[in-house]
T-cell receptor, first 111, second 113 residues
């Protein structure tokens, strides 16, 4: 079974803090993704990576950056957290264009 | 730009009923379509993946169909159970978009006793 894990289920941070969200997959998948999910807006792609050190912007990359130093790990970075980044963050991975597998999500609150 | 719509937004049915969830998409140039289930406050669980060359996929009580030319997919749930209560999301993987999914906003299903 594919397993995608995220470092925290719940996180509370203050405005202006630097925030790291970590995602790890154990199936040697090439592709990894970060989404955010908001009521009424659905899931929106922030960034994705198709190989180590390779990344591409998704639909809403502003205010975020990513890092992929190892194939199994994909980090989302909020350089200076703001209240409008309060959301559910979901990580996913896939092999090529195949099925995407999701982690349990991190609910981030920025106060 | 691909747009994915799911109707209805919410559905309540008594236990035992068969039901159909609908998903439509605007650009028929897709690579595949995936159905997910999401429980409140949790991540997404993949239910079925249909490749663009396929017409349907089945897993247990679930059957998903795809009509690419008309931009539609349906998820059929047979003999619904209270444990099926969740939000169901469909997502399309557009050809040429490097594995990026476009999601619908989901159908929230409640199966009552």
């Amino acid at each position: 079974d594919v397993k995608v894990t995220q470092s925290s289920r719940y996180l509370v941070k203050r405005t202006g803090e630097k925030v790291f969200l970590e995602c790890v997959q154990d199936m040697d998948h090439e592709n990894m993704f970060w989404y955010r999910q908001d009521p009424g807006l659905g899931l929106r792609l922030i960034y994705f990576s198709y190989d180590v050190k390779m990344k591409e912007k998704g639909d809403i990359p502003e205010g975020y950056s990513v890092s992929r130093e190892k194939k199994e790990r994909f980090s989302l970075i909020l350089e200076s957290a703001s209240t409008n980044q309060t959301s559910m963050y979901l990580c996913a991975s896939s092999l090529s264009w195949d099925e995407q597998y999701f982690g349990p999500g991190t609910r981030l609150t920025v106060t | 730009k691909q747009e994915v719509t799911q109707i209805p937004a919410a559905l309540s049915v008594p236990e035992g009923e068969n039901l159909v969830l609908n998903c439509s998409f605007t650009d028929s140039a897709i690579y595949n379509l995936q159905w997910f289930r999401q429980d409140p406050g949790k991540g997404l669980t993949s239910l079925l993946l249909i490749q663009s060359s396929q017409r349907e996929q089945t897993s247990g009580r679930l059957n998903a169909s795809l009509d690419k030319s008309s931009g539609r997919s349906t998820l059929y749930i047979a003999a619904s159970q209270p444990g099926d209560s969740a939000t169901y999301l469909c997502a399309v993987n557009g050809a040429g978009t490097a594995s990026k999914l476009t999601f619908g906003t989901g159908t929230r299903l409640q199966v009552t006793l």
